[in-house]
């Protein structure tokens, strides 16, 4: 008999920022401080237009092809481009969070977007965040069950503190006694993972209102922090990201 899956609404607000990136970034030809809390991020199209418009065009072909420290408000700068020219330019416009102030240009690492250019979460970050959310719950609730990898833990970082992925191992053997179970199908014995009977699905798409750029800090197992040249666009706190969970 075919078992129906059972489909259930998940809510999720979101508590701090949240980075789920495409790989890309933006350039520093490609987007302008407004202020000192927000960016502009331009439509490269739409600006060649312009300036072409202006006569222009030699100079900014150049401007984005040749290796300049020049950034794109310099430019505008420069040549004298008005700010209601560059707002019918502007791709979208972005709320930038604390910062400080860095020596040099600010790298902008973009978000996952759905075509038609809406941040979203995809299903697999949200099924590998409630698989996350799950183990830590369990090794919590269950600490002699996981006694033994503890132990293992702490000699293989004696052993070895330098190499970052002595730990995979150990992370593959925690996981496995968490969510697997061994299931017989006639004379074979299967090593059955309960998370595979779960699908989540993409979110349903978020506005650029729902995104802010965050500076990523790095703290060092001393307590100090540095902060770098990058910033991230991120889900803001409060938000509320809304997917669709069928589980077997």
């Known amino acids: 008999m075919e078992r129906k899956l059972k489909t259930y609404q998940i809510h999720l607000k979101v508590n701090g920022p949240v980075f789920v990136g495409d ?5 520093k030809k490609e987007y302008m401080f407004l202020n000192r809390n927000t960016i502009g991020v331009i439509d490269g199209a739409k600006f060649y237009m ?34 209601n020219d560059l707002k019918n330019c502007m791709k979208y416009v972005e709320n930038v969070g604390d910062r400080s102030e860095e020596k040099g240009k ?3 690492m973009t978000c996952i977007t759905d ?44 052993v070895n503190r330098i190499n970052r992925r002595i730990l995979n191992n150990n992370i593959v053997k925690i996981e496995k006694n968490a969510f697997n179970s061994v299931r017989s199908s006639g004379k074979e014995t299967v090593d ?9 699905g993409d979110s349903e798409p978020l506005s650029r209102e729902d995104i802010i750029l965050c500076q990523k800090w790095e703290q060092h197992t001393d307590g100090t922090y540095k902060t770098l040249n990058l910033l991230r666009e991120c889900i803001k706190p409060g938000t509320v990201i809304k997917s669709t969970l069928l589980r077997k």
């Open 23 to 27: 790989g890309n970034e933006i350039q």
């Open 50 to 83: 312009l300036a072409k418009k202006l006569h222009l065009q030699n100079d900014f072909e150049r401007f984005m092809i040749d290796d300049t420290r020049e950034d794109l408000k310099h430019w505008c700068f420069r040549n004298h481009v008005s700010q």
């Open 106 to 108: 600010l790298q902008v």
């Open 115 to 158: 075509p038609y250019g809406n941040p979203y979460i995809p299903g697999s970050s949200l099924k590998g965040m409630l698989r996350t959310i799950l183990l830590g719950r369990d090794i919590l609730q269950h600490r002699e069950k996981y006694r033994t990898d503890t132990r293992q833990i702490r000699s293989d970082l004696e």
């Open 192 to 200: 059955f993972d309960i998370m595979s009977g779960v699908i989540v």
